[in-house]
C-alpha cells in the first residue's frame, strides 16, 4: 500500500533576500512567493477560510534550492526554527507537558526515590492519573497532565545551532520530542498548524536535586525543525535519538510517541494548555512538547561541550541535530536598580 508523501515546510534566511518559506520536496525546497514566515501564511489560510495546503498551492513559486546544501549548512541559506512568531518572539510561548509516557515517569521515579520498587513518587502517581483519565470520550475533559513553561520565542534554536548550558546551569541533556505547533486566530480561537521534531533539553541534573527545581531546570534554549509536518496524525511514531561525541558515536537509543504510547490524548493535552484565558490571546503563537520515553541522562549519561544530539522520527523528515556548548563565563551576580 503507497501512501502519499506528507505535507512539510522549512523556514529559511538569507542574507540579501531575507526570510522565505519553502515546501520540501525531496531532494530540493520548492520556495513559497511574498511569504516569510509559516505563522503568516496560517494566518493567512484562517483569514480567507481555507486549508494551509490550498494557501501553498497557491503561493508556489519555480524557485527551487539544493536542500542538502541548506541542510549541511554549506550556502548562503540558513534554516530557521521550522515555526516561530516573526514580529514579536515575547508573543510565542514555548511550553510543554511532561509524563505523558511510561519511560519518562520511571526515570522520574528512579531520579528522586533510586528504584522502581520504592514507593511511587508524585510523578508516578500523576502518570498513573493520566493512564486512569487523560483519554476521555470526544468532547468531554479529562485528568489534568503536567505542565511547564520553557520560556518564549527566544528560546528557540535552529537545526544545526548550539543549545546551550548557562553558567548558572548544572548539566544540559536531550529530550527527543514532538511539538505541537499553533496559533490564535483574531477571535481568540487555537489552531493547530502541524506539529515537529523537536529537541525540548533541560537540565536533569538541577531536576535530580528536587523535583521541585523542575519549573527553573526547563528554563533552557530549545530547537524545533527542520521540518514542520502539516498531515501528521500523532499516532504511532517511532524514531532514533543518538549522541555523538568527537565525531563517534557515544550513546543512541529507539524512542517512541504518538497516542499509541502517550498516557493522555492530544485533545485532551490541548484542551488543558487553551483553557487559559493568557494562552488564547488574538494573534500568539504556541509551541508546545509533548514528552518523550527515553534520553541519554536516563542511562546515566552526561553530555560535554561539543557533543551532538540527534533526534530523527519516521514521517517527520530530516533528523534534527544540535551540538552541545556549555557557557565558559562563570556565574556573576548583578543587582536591580530601584527607579
Request: net charge negative.
Amino acid at each position: 500500500m503507497t501512501t502519499s508523501p506528507s505535507i512539510r515546510l522549512v523556514q529559511l534566511i538569507h542574507p540579501r533576500h531575507h526570510r522565505r518559506v519553502a515546501l520540501v520536496q525531496e531532494p530540493v525546497l520548492k520556495l513559497l512567493k511574498d511569504i516569510s514566515s509559516v505563522y503568516d501564511l496560517a494566518l493567512e489560510a484562517i483569514l480567507e477560510k481555507k486549508k494551509i495546503k490550498e494557501v501553498i498551492g497557491l503561493r508556489l513559486s519555480t524557485e527551487q534550492l539544493d536542500y542538502t546544501e541548506v541542510y549541511e549548512g554549506v550556502g548562503e541559506w540558513r534554516l530557521l526554527p521550522s515555526f516561530d512568531h516573526p514580529g514579536n518572539s515575547f508573543a510565542c510561548n514555548v511550553s510543554g507537558t511532561g509524563l505523558t509516557h511510561k519511560n519518562s515517569a520511571l526515570n522520574r521515579q528512579m531520579m528522586h526515590q533510586g528504584g522502581i520498587g520504592e514507593q511511587p513518587t508524585d510523578s508516578m502517581r500523576m502518570y498513573q492519573w493520566g493512564l486512569e483519565g487523560g483519554s476521555p470520550p470526544a468532547g468531554t475533559i479529562g485528568t489534568q497532565p503536567e505542565w511547564f513553561h520553557k520560556g518564549n520565542g527566544t528560546v528557540l534554536r535552529a537545526h544545526g545551532e548550539p543549545l546551550i548550558v548557562p553558567s548558572f546551569g548544572d548539566d544540559g541533556g536531550e529530550e527527543p520530542e514532538i511539538a505541537g505547533i499553533y496559533v490564535i486566530d483574531e477571535k481568540g480561537a487555537p489552531w493547530r498548524i502541524g506539529f515537529s521534531t523537536a529537541n525540548e533539553f533541560s537540565d536533569h541534573v538541577m531536576e535530580k536535586k528536587n523535583y521541585l527545581y523542575l519549573a527553573p531546570s526547563k528554563l533552557r534554549t530549545c530547537s524545533i525543525g527542520p521540518e514542520l509536518v502539516l498531515d501528521e496524525a500523532f499516532t504511532a511514531l517511532s524514531g532514533t535519538v543518538r549522541i555523538q561525541r568527537g565525531g563517534q558515536p557515544l550513546w543512541s537509543s529507539v524512542i517512541h510517541t504518538g497516542q499509541e504510547h502517550m498516557a493522555h490524548s492530544v485533545a485532551n493535552l490541548e484542551y488543558h494548555h487553551f483553557k487559559y484565558d493568557c494562552h488564547r490571546v488574538p494573534f500568539q503563537a504556541h509551541i508546545h512538547f509533548f514528552g518523550a520515553d527515553a534520553f541519554s541522562f536516563g542511562s546515566k549519561i552526561l553530555l560535554q561541550d561539543a557533543d551532538v544530539m540527534e533526534i530523527s522520527w519516521e514521517g517527520m523528515g530530516r533528523p534534527l541535530k544540535n551540538p552541545l556548548r556549555i557557557a565558559l563565563e562563570k556565574e556573576t551576580w548583578f543587582g536591580v536598580e530601584q527607579l
